[in-house]
């Protein structure tokens, strides 16, 4: 009997225990402060916008604060604020897109990101906690500047990273980004979609602490990209400037057209377990393509550059659909040059009689390092080391 109730009495003792440990778990989780845990970097950027984004460890509303790049203090006078929000409402949520439109081209402009928490939504009443912010006194304020600057510019491409930060980082070393435009992922950041701190300490920490947050990024969506319940979530992180993940846009005296490839198998294939319509995807996009290329953004172009993940190719389904549906209408339009990847190896595939232009299908170690002028178009190669590897001119 003694032990029995000795048995009850640690038992209820360990319940009790168990219960102030969840209990302190949730109090340190309440108390602690709203932050900006993840970015803000620049997506979707234009001549005349760009969408700015960034995540918080707690729900909140959020806004930017813009402010021209003129000398003045930040705080000279009250800035104009551009909310997230949609149909009319603050968005409430940890992942924050803020669209800003209507700025002037080539522009520069300086901005300051905000996080307010929102504790709690009754009927009417919202009960709002702490604010999270970028700094503008303590350090220079972030600044960005929009396309539409005439004349020469420069930009990097890398892809198949995998997750590999210190490839990342040994490839980006590279470069200068004070003389670069924008940088292109051009596919499979991640070997597979699972959580967003997956994305976050896989690659875009590291491309946030070296440029994301100044200098634009164009994500081309690779097939590892489509893979793995988080997949769904990506346009939420890596919005395209028509609120699709294929898009183009201008930058100088070039038009880029970016594609989704999807997969690279049939839809039927049992490692997609059903949940794939790439099929059709493409299909949207033909038609999409279809119409893009005869606009006067495209048409008046002097250099006309297709961005895809896969590359056309007999062989595979998916490099033969996009092969067969794209490669037609890119031929018709004049595209000089297409940048892929996927294969984790380098080779130049030359224009022929079928395909009228050269795909620069790049390794999953080198980096291209692209400049353009009134002259010509260049598409440098380099490996980890920064040996030249190969080079592409258009004239």
């Given at each position: 009997m ?6 009850k ?11 102030l440990l969840?209990?302190?778990a949730?109090?340190?989780n309440?108390?602690?402060?709203i ?7 620049l ?19 959020a806004?930017?604060?813009l402010?021209?790049d003129?000398?003045s203090?930040f705080?000279?006078?009250e ?10 409402l ?8 803020v ?6 081209p080539g522009?520069?402009y ?14 009417v ?18 600044t ?12 990097a491409?890398?892809?198949d990273i ?6 990342l980082?040994q490839?980006?070393?590279?470069v ?9 992922f ?7 979609s ?5 994305v ?22 690779g097939?590892h990209?489509?893979?793995g ?16 993940l294929?898009?183009s ?19 039927s294939?049992i ?5 794939t ?13 279809r ?12 250099y ?12 595979w389904?998916?490099?033969l ?7 037609p ?5 004049g595209?000089?040059v297409?940048?892929?990847?996927h294969e ?27 400049k353009i ?21 258009v004239?």
């Amino acid at each position: 009997m003694k032990r029995r109730r000795l048995q009850k009495r640690i038992c209820l003792t360990g319940m009790f225990l168990g219960l102030l440990l969840f209990a302190g778990a949730l109090w340190g989780n309440a108390q602690e402060a709203i932050k900006i845990s993840h970015g803000p970097y620049l997506q979707a950027m234009t001549e005349s916008g760009v969408v700015i984004v960034w995540t918080t460890n707690k729900p909140a509303t959020a806004w930017v604060e813009l402010a021209p790049d003129d000398g003045s203090h930040f705080y000279k006078e009250e800035r104009p604020k551009y909310f997230s929000a949609s149909n009319g409402l603050k968005n409430v949520g940890t992942v924050h897109q803020v669209q800003l439109r209507g700025l002037k081209p080539g522009t520069r402009y300086r901005y300051r990101v905000y996080s307010q928490e929102v504790l709690k939504h009754e009927w009417v009443h919202v009960q709002y906690g702490n604010v999270a912010a970028t700094a503008v006194y303590q350090k220079k304020p972030l600044t960005f500047q929009t396309n539409g600057v005439p004349g020469p510019f420069e930009f990097a491409v890398v892809n198949d990273i995998h997750e590999r930060n210190p490839v990342l980082k040994q490839l980006l070393g590279q470069v200068d980004f004070s003389t670069v435009g924008f940088v292109v992922f051009n596919g499979d950041m991640v070997s597979s979609s699972m959580s967003e701190e997956q994305v976050f300490k896989g690659f875009m920490d590291t491309a946030t602490l070296l440029f994301a947050s100044e200098v634009p990024m164009y994500y081309a969506r690779g097939n590892h990209e489509t893979r793995g319940p988080f997949a769904a979530e990506f346009p939420k992180y890596f919005p395209g400037p028509n609120g699709q993940l294929y898009y183009s846009f201008t930058k100088g005296d070039a038009c880029f057209i970016v594609l989704d490839g999807g997969e690279d198998k049939p839809d039927s294939d049992i490692e997609y377990s059903g949940i794939t319509d790439m099929d059709a995807y493409r299909n949207e996009q033909t038609e999409w393509l279809r119409n893009i290329v005869k606009t006067e953004a495209f048409r008046n172009a002097k250099y006309k550059i297709a961005i895809c993940h896969i590359p056309p190719a007999d062989g595979w389904h998916g490099s033969l659909e996009i092969k067969n549906k794209w490669v037609p209408i890119l031929n018709e339009a004049g595209i000089q040059v297409m940048l892929s990847a996927h294969e984790h190896r380098h080779r130049i595939e030359q224009a022929s009689a079928s395909m009228k232009f050269p795909v620069i299908v790049n390794s999953n170690n080198n980096i291209i390092k692209a400049k353009i002028t009134s002259g010509e178009a260049s598409f440098s190669v380099y490996d980890l080391a920064g040996k030249l590897v190969d080079k592409v001119t258009v004239k």
